[in-house]
């Protein structure tokens, strides 16, 4: 029989896992691909500051896509940049992390979020690449509503995306086909895989 003596029942310091960078997460993919509902989720389970990409276009932006065009490069720019500028602020206000959704479609577009590390060597910039087949984006982006990017506009997503090659290494690609359960939990190990790596293990300091 287990028998607590006085010392034993005296819970110990604990050693904690202290992550060593403060980490963007972008959540990455073509229309229609689950980046908010994957956003979300990674923000509400690790409770870190979400910021949704779409809510940062300007109006020009909005109307181009609602009205069926694509955006340009040069529609872009300003907007890439002012979500780097807001995650990096989210950081700078204390947070240890933060979510942000971005459809990042071509490698340039990702480098210029990759300049927030390069910038400040306590940042990691993570990609979570959710994949799927231009078919199955436009299905669900047809049986979306309420949204300005319609179906018509899945083409031109893929026409325009440079899926992450290999050497990308801070791209970490989900398959996307799963229901909402299945992806999030493969989201939710890419993040874990990550944040394990990241840690130190740092013991009580004695009394
Ligand atoms: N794993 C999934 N299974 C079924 N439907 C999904 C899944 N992920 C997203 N959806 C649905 O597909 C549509 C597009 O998802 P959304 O999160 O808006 O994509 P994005 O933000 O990348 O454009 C939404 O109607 C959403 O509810
Ligand atoms: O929810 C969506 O359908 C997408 O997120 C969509 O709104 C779009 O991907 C970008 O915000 C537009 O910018 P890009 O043309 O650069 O993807």
């Not at 500028?85 to 479609?105: F, H, I, K, R, Y």
């Amino acid at each position: 029989m287990a028998s607590a003596t006085a010392a034993s029942s005296i819970a110990a310091p604990s050693s904690a896992a202290v992550p060593q960078h403060r980490h963007i997460w972008i959540i990455t993919g073509p229309a229609g691909c689950g980046k908010t509902s994957v956003a979300e989720y990674l923000a509400s389970t690790f409770t870190l500051p979400y910021l949704e990409g779409d809510s940062f276009h300007p109006q020009a932006n909005i109307e181009k896509m609602a009205n069926n065009i694509p955006l340009t490069d040069a529609d872009r720019w300003d907007w890439l940049i002012l979500l780097r500028d807001q995650a990096v602020a989210a950081l700078s206000s204390g947070a240890s992390g933060v979510v942000l959704t971005c459809s990042a479609l071509k490698r340039k577009y990702r480098d210029v979020i990759r300049v927030a590390s390069y910038n400040d060597n306590n940042v990691l910039v993570h990609f979570i690449y959710l994949s799927a087949t231009q078919e199955l984006l436009l299905q669900r982006v047809h049986g979306r509503v309420g949204h300005y990017m319609k179906d018509s506009m899945v083409k031109s997503q893929f026409d325009a995306l440079e899926p992450p090659t290999v050497d990308e290494r801070d791209v970490m690609s989900v398959d996307v086909s799963g229901d909402f359960a299945s992806v999030q939990q493969l989201a939710l190990e890419v993040v874990n895989q990550v944040m394990a790596s990241d840690a130190v293990i740092v013991q009580p300091t004695q009394a």
